[in-house]
C-alpha cells in the first residue's frame, strides 16, 4: 500500500495538544450540543471528561503496534459499535483511500473514547436521544483535526494503518463502523 508519508509528532506534541486544544474545541462542542439540558454548574466537568478521554485514546494509539500483546487492547480496535457512523470533513485532501480510512478509524477511536469519559454526564443530564448528535459533532471536529494537522493524524493512525496493510497483505475482511440507516 502506498502512503502519503507525513513527518509525524513526537508523542509528547500529541500529548500537548490532546491537552489543550483538542480539549478546548471538543469542549466547547459538547457544550453547545447540551446546552438546552447540562445544568450550568456542571459545564465545568465536561473539559475534564474530554481531556481523560482523548488522553486515554492517545496514550493507547501511540503505542507501537508490535507491543500490543494483549488481545484485549486489540479488541478496542475492533470493539467499536456498529451503528458508529465513519466520521465526515468538510473536505478532504488528495489521499489514498487506505489512508483516509485510517485517519477516519483512528478519529473514530478517539472520539469513543472521549464518548466513554463523557458517560457520567450523559447519564446524569443528557438525554439518549441528544448522545447521536454529541458523537457525530465530536467524532466529525476530531476527524477535522486530524486532517487539519497532518503530523498529528500520522502519528496517531499508526496501528489503523498497521492494520489496514496486514489485512491487504492477507485478504481478511475487515469491519469497520459504517453508516446507519
Given at each position: 500500500?502506498?502512503?502519503?508519508?507525513?513527518?509525524?509528532?513526537?508523542a509528547?506534541?500529541?500529548?500537548?495538544?490532546?491537552?489543550?486544544d483538542l480539549?478546548?474545541?471538543?469542549s466547547?462542542?459538547?457544550s453547545?450540543v447540551c446546552?438546552?439540558h447540562?445544568?450550568?454548574?456542571?459545564?465545568?466537568?465536561?473539559?475534564?471528561?474530554v481531556?481523560?478521554?482523548?488522553?486515554?485514546?492517545?496514550?493507547f494509539?501511540?503505542?507501537?503496534?508490535?507491543?500490543i500483546?494483549?488481545?484485549?487492547?486489540?479488541?478496542?480496535?475492533?470493539?467499536?459499535?456498529?451503528?458508529?457512523?465513519?466520521?465526515?470533513?468538510?473536505?478532504?485532501?488528495p489521499?489514498p483511500?487506505?489512508?483516509?480510512?485510517?485517519?477516519?478509524?483512528?478519529?473514530?477511536?478517539v472520539?469513543?473514547?472521549?464518548?466513554n469519559?463523557?458517560?457520567?454526564l450523559?447519564?446524569?443530564h443528557?438525554?439518549?436521544?441528544?448522545?447521536?448528535?454529541?458523537?457525530?459533532?465530536?467524532?466529525?471536529?476530531?476527524?477535522?483535526?486530524?486532517?487539519?494537522?497532518?503530523?498529528?493524524?500520522?502519528?496517531?493512525?499508526?496501528?489503523?494503518?498497521?492494520?489496514?496493510?496486514?489485512?491487504?497483505?492477507?485478504?481478511w475482511?475487515l469491519?469497520?463502523?459504517?453508516?446507519?440507516?
Amino acid at each position: 500500500m502506498e502512503w502519503v508519508e507525513i513527518d509525524g509528532m513526537t508523542a509528547s506534541g500529541v500529548l500537548q495538544l490532546a491537552r489543550t486544544d483538542l480539549v478546548e474545541i471538543l469542549s466547547a462542542i459538547v457544550s453547545d450540543v447540551c446546552s438546552d439540558h447540562l445544568p450550568l454548574h456542571m459545564r465545568g466537568e465536561i473539559a475534564p471528561a474530554v481531556k481523560s478521554g482523548l488522553l486515554s485514546a492517545c496514550r493507547f494509539l501511540l503505542r507501537h503496534p508490535d507491543d500490543i500483546r494483549d488481545e484485549t487492547l486489540w479488541r478496542v480496535l475492533f470493539g467499536l459499535p456498529s451503528y458508529w457512523e465513519p466520521p465526515v470533513a468538510r473536505s478532504e485532501p488528495p489521499w489514498p483511500h487506505h489512508q483516509l480510512q485510517a485517519y477516519r478509524w483512528t478519529a473514530t477511536i478517539v472520539a469513543y473514547s472521549v464518548r466513554n469519559a463523557l458517560e457520567d454526564l450523559h447519564t446524569k443530564h443528557i438525554p439518549d436521544q441528544l448522545m447521536p448528535s454529541v458523537n457525530r459533532a465530536v467524532r466529525n471536529s476530531i476527524y477535522e483535526a486530524l486532517l487539519d494537522a497532518p503530523s498529528l493524524g500520522w502519528r496517531l493512525s499508526r496501528m489503523p494503518r498497521a492494520v489496514l496493510c496486514a489485512t491487504a497483505e492477507t485478504g481478511w475482511a475487515l469491519r469497520l463502523p459504517h453508516a446507519v440507516g
